[in-house]
């Protein structure tokens, strides 16, 4: 018989919403033994509109990518440490695009059966960004996507 699913992609971008998406996709790996991918996008799709409409120049953009890229590599060297407190590997992915875009090209690549997002943030900055990119993977996503809106996710997490 098959599982449900044995692939999760998880998509991470540092927000609370995301971490507690994560903390889901690791129990959910070792309650059902599947494989899990994290997966942070550096907007480049977002600078390059800041570029164009002269919001930033260009060293700003160079300087704010990287930073980005900093982020996402200490973003997912958290969630890869968090997975190996509960026994379960996790790969990580950092990729550069529209975020809808490369996470929906990586639950490709994986043969996801499932994606998890965080849910809504409190924050309207945070939740009008996140939110453009949760509708696009909702609407264009050819597997199953489940926005983690759990409350106590953090003390599931740590009793688990």
Same mark, same amino acid.
């Given at each position: 018989m098959k599982t449900l699913f044995s692939n999760?992609?998880? &998509?991470v971008s540092g927000s609370d919403a995301s971490i507690n998406a994560a903390r889901f996709a690791i129990m959910m790996g070792k309650q059902y033994q599947c494989k899990v991918t994290a997966v942070y996008v550096v907007d480049t799709a977002t600078l390059r509109q800041l570029l164009l409409t002269r919001i930033f120049i260009e060293e700003e953009s160079r300087e704010y990518q990287q930073s980005l890229h900093e982020n996402g590599r200490r973003y997912?060297?958290?969630?890869?440490?968090? &997975? &190996?407190?509960? %026994?379960v590997t996790i790969d990580s992915v950092l990729r550069e695009g529209a975020i809808y875009t490369e996470i929906l090209k990586v639950a490709e690549e994986r043969k996801a059966e499932?994606?998890?997002? %965080? %849910?809504?943030?409190?924050?309207?900055?945070?939740?009008?960004? #996140?939110?453009v990119a949760h509708r696009? #993977?909702?609407?264009? &996503?050819?597997?199953?996507?489940?926005?983690?809106k759990e409350r106590d996710v953090e003390q599931l997490f740590k009793s688990c």
């Open positions: 999760i992609v998880v &998509a997912l060297q958290f969630v890869t440490e968090m &997975a &190996a407190e509960k %026994g499932l994606i998890l997002l %965080g %849910g809504w943030e409190s924050r309207q900055d945070q939740r009008d960004s #996140i939110s696009e #993977i909702l609407y264009y &996503a050819r597997c199953s996507v489940l926005i983690v």
